[in-house]
């Protein structure tokens, strides 16, 4: 059983800067590409930023120049810092890793992190 914690979201004001991360456990073989999505209320959820195992990156035009992804494979762990916050970042965040393990390749989420942004 493979699981996703995260941590780090809250509420902050416009301008203002968030860290999430996301630590997965279970009898993981290899974690392939981690991300974090985002679904706003009555919106679809949305791809914010991925990231293989070997540091190769992808976000959304919306957060590029202000969202950072990484990660620390030795800790199974990924982290978006979020930078010059607006208000259409208000969201539920959520993790989504793509892990090999005993029974093959799957794809697992988190259980989301509230993230909200004041004007």
């Known amino acids: 059983q493979v699981q996703l914690v995260e941590s780090g979201g809250g509420l902050v004001q416009a301008g203002g800067s968030l860290r999430l991360s996301c630590a997965a456990s279970g009898i993981i073989f290899t974690i392939n590409t981690m991300g974090w999505y985002r679904q706003a209320p009555g919106k679809q959820r949305e791809l914010v930023a991925s990231i293989t195992n070997d540091g190769n990156t992808n976000s959304a035009d919306s957060v590029k120049g202000r969202f950072t992804i990484s990660r620390d494979n030795a800790k199974d762990t990924v982290y978006l810092q979020m930078n010059s916050l607006k208000p259409e970042d208000t969201a539920v965040y959520y993790c989504?890793?793509?892990?090999?393990?005993?029974?093959?390749?799957?794809?697992?989420w988190g259980q989301g992190t509230q993230v909200t942004v004041s004007s």
């Open positions: 989504n890793a793509v892990c090999l393990t005993k029974r093959g390749n799957f794809e697992y």
